[in-house]
């Protein structure tokens, strides 16, 4: 074996482990897609059950029924992740405008205040939710004190602009953790260019507008591509914690569709059903973004 082959094949072991663990944790589930085209009941295997084809698939359209659940569910996911996807420059603007913050102990403290959500769990963002808007919490009974209300406002069981809210709370959860990689970013600007723009006469907002902004946008464009493949995954836990009868129909986004699915009277097998023909969606979303990256940019991600 030459010196050059070894070589390549210390390389290829070192990546060996994480091939493994693309293998195991994301092509070995998809055998779970079998379950789609058998009437399967737990707890019975799946050679004990009944083979129906795609009868799964054509019931998600056998009647106006459930055609306009269907409807609806796509209808809340779009508009959720649509919300986020149109509000994905956040992240950036708040890493350019946290590194303008010259003190560097409250650009500290800003920053971990900013990034602590995003390690607390749903239940517990519920949580805060439940004591601050519920019908006896601190917003109502304060409120209720300044005279401005009589009886408590329903924030959490009401479903009027329950899109709007849950961006709300998504964007407070993850705004700073989705902001630490375009602050890795700004770190490899070449200070020179700065320097020579500074000398140059230009002010704080052209620095930004002319170097920093553009210097992020390749970034900007890698994630938002990553984000429109994963335009229909938009999570389950948030919107199974905060759904409740009243905000149903405008908070059941696609993941928590399949889940009551599953858990409900749909059955197991519809429930994969939905969600294959959601991951083959996600599938052509990736490669009809990248050619589109491909023709505006010039560069692709695949």
């Given amino acids: 074996m030459t010196k050059k082959k070894a070589y390549s094949f210390q390389l290829f072991l070192l990546v060996?482990?994480?091939?493994v663990l693309v293998l195991l944790f994301s092509y070995y589930p998809l055998y779970g897609w079998l379950y789609a085209f058998y009437d399967y009941k737990p707890p019975k295997t799946l050679a004990n059950s009944a083979f129906v084809g795609f009868k799964w698939f054509a019931s998600l359209v056998s009647s106006d029924v459930k055609v306009k659940q269907l409807i609806q569910v796509l209808k809340n996911t779009f508009a959720m992740s649509g919300l986020t996807l149109?509000?994905?420059?956040l992240p950036m603007l708040f890493a350019v405008f946290l590194n303008e913050i010259k003190g560097v102990k409250f650009r500290k403290f800003v920053q971990t205040v900013t990034t602590l959500?995003?390690?607390?769990?749903?239940?517990?963002?519920?949580?805060?939710?439940?004591?601050?808007?519920?019908?006896t919490g601190m917003m109502n009974s304060l409120l209720t004190k300044a005279g401005l209300i009589t009886t408590p406002i329903l924030f959490l069981q009401s479903s009027s602009h329950v899109w709007f809210t849950q961006w709300l709370w998504l964007?407070?959860?993850n705004l700073g953790w989705a902001a630490i990689?375009?602050?890795?970013a700004i770190s490899s600007i070449d200070d020179e260019l700065i320097q020579a723009a500074r000398?140059?006469?230009?002010?704080?907002?052209?620095?930004?507008?002319?170097?920093?902004?553009p210097s992020?946008?390749?970034?900007?464009?890698v994630l938002l591509v990553l984000n429109v493949a994963n335009f229909l995954n938009n999570g389950m836990e948030q919107y199974y914690v905060f759904q409740n009868a009243f905000n149903k129909d405008y908070i059941q986004v696609l993941d928590l569709y399949v889940y009551n699915m599953a858990m409900g009277s749909g059955g197991y097998?519809?429930?994969?059903?939905?969600?294959?023909?959601?991951?083959?969606v996600s599938l052509v979303l990736l490669f009809v973004v990248n050619r589109a990256s491909k023709s505006i940019r010039g560069e692709s991600i695949l």
Avoid: C, E, H
């Avoid at 060996?16 to 091939?19: C, E, V």
């Avoid at 140059?200 to 902004?213: C, E, H, K, L, V």
């Fill in 86 to 89: 149109g509000t994905s420059w």
């Fill in 216 to 221: 992020l946008l390749p970034t900007y464009f």
């Fill in 16 to 19: 060996l482990p994480f091939i």
């Fill in 171 to 173: 964007t407070w959860k």
């Fill in 199 to 213: 000398v140059d006469g230009a002010t704080r907002m052209q620095i930004i507008w002319n170097i920093t902004i």
């Fill in 269 to 280: 097998s519809v429930s994969v059903a939905i969600s294959m023909l959601k991951s083959l």
């Fill in 181 to 184: 990689m375009y602050i890795a």
């Fill in 117 to 135: 959500p995003n390690f607390v769990s749903w239940v517990m963002v519920y949580s805060i939710a439940f004591s601050l808007f519920n019908s």
